[in-house]
């Protein structure tokens, strides 16, 4: 896989490989949360959703964001909001932070009990694996990540349409029969704009992925891609899902259920392996914003980040995590997450589209008038 090094893959397809990373384990690891804001609304209802509203959104807010960092090199949330914000950049960070600690809670809660279930494992086995995969992602630095989450897309990827060639093999009919003559239920294009809102504000994290974009055809290419890369394994999901609806809409976990129809322990196995990888992934990218953040004050002043700082920061963070998880303290914290959502909604969506391309064009402009003068 010698692309995955050249600059045309790392300029158009990094930065959604890498977005896609970080959704995955919180946006498509059990299929409730395709539930919750498709299948609801019906099986055809709920596919227009996905193609036309979601992943139109998020698109567009990934190509507003990548254009403006590349114009104002800033390849970190802290870097970016202090440009497009000024002094309010905080008010993102506040909101980041309240979903940081919602996300390690749960990758950590969901790390321990898959390797318990698959392999009997004691649960903080699975916990410290999970830590450890994202610690040493996170020391590796950025080129490490990157190669690291390509490869398991890759993986991914493979197994996600496999898994769906499988499906059709059990219960193909089904799945024809709710695409091209599914139900749609008033208020799917709502859902889909719930469901893009929901994992918008994680766009800032992947930001150290774009450092290789140069152009603005660029940025606008990588934006538009990295829509589609993320809600590709939703979609494949998706498609799995509606061949069992409408009885799969009152099931906990529907992977799970979708795999104990299937009948296959090695692709029970295979699927749970490649979502442990996962939460690696969306561990890695979440944590390596906020070192990325604090590096940024660090050359600003012409300093380097002390490693210690880097390792003593990713430990505090995954067992903070940890310990949220285990006294059962995500419901609690998950509540104020409707409310985050809107947040993320009102300081970064809103004035990366607004704000954000008045300063693009501002910035063009001045250089237009500086090769004029």
């Known amino acids: 896989m010698n ?23 919180g946006g498509y690891g059990t299929g409730r949360e395709l539930v919750e804001f498709f299948l609801n609304f019906g099986t055809l209802g709920g596919l227009l959703a996905m193609v036309f509203i979601s992943t139109v959104i998020w698109s567009l ?3 507003a ?3 403006f960092a590349r114009v104002f090199k800033a390849y970190d949330y802290r870097s970016f909001f202090t440009k497009l914000l000024g002094k309010a950049w905080w008010l993102y960070e506040v909101c980041y932070f309240v979903l940081l600690l919602i996300v390690l809670a749960v990758i950590a809660s969901t790390a321990g009990s898959i390797l318990n279930e698959i392999f009997g494992l004691n649960y903080y086995v699975g916990v410290v694996g999970m830590m450890v995969g994202v610690g040493l992602l996170v020391f590796n630095g ?13 993986l991914l990827y493979a197994v996600y349409i496999a898994f769906l060639v499988v499906c059709f093999t059990k219960y193909g009919d089904g799945i024809m029969s709710s695409v091209f003559q599914g139900n749609m239920k008033s208020g799917w294009a709502l859902g889909g704009f719930k469901y893009a809102f929901y994992n918008l504000g994680i766009i800032p994290a992947v930001l150290f992925s774009t450092r290789h974009i140069e152009t603005r055809k660029e ?7 990295a829509g589609i890369i993320g809600i590709v394994p939703g979609i494949l999901l998706y498609l799995a ?18 795999l104990g129809v299937l009948g296959s ?5 295979t699927f749970q392996v490649v979502l442990f990888g996962t939460l690696i992934e969306t561990g890695t990218g979440f944590i390596f914003a906020v070192t990325e953040r604090i590096n940024s004050v660090y050359k600003e002043k012409g300093e380097t980040m002390p490693t210690k700082l880097t390792t003593t920061l990713t430990i505090a963070l995954l067992i903070v995590g940890a310990v949220i998880a285990q006294f059962g303290l995500i419901g609690l914290i998950a509540k104020g997450y409707g409310t985050i ?16 391309v008045w300063k693009i064009k501002q910035q063009d402009n001045a250089l237009e008038n500086r090769k004029v003068g």
């Open 3 to 25: 692309f995955v090094k050249s600059d045309t893959f790392k300029k158009y397809f990094v930065p959604g490989i890498v977005f896609q990373s970080v959704v995955i384990a």
């Open 61 to 63: 807010v990934c190509a």
């Open 65 to 67: 964001t990548f254009e």
């Open 142 to 154: 950025s080129e490490a990540i990157e190669k690291f989450l390509s490869y398991w897309s890759f």
């Open 219 to 225: 940025a606008i290419g990588s934006g538009i891609m």
């Open 241 to 258: 899902m509606i061949g069992l609806y409408p009885e799969i809409l009152t099931v906990a976990v529907p992977t799970n259920h979708i």
């Open 265 to 269: 322990p090695f692709f029970q196995i």
């Open 341 to 356: 959502t809107w947040g993320f909604f009102v300081f970064y969506v809103v004035p990366v589209c607004t704000i954000g």
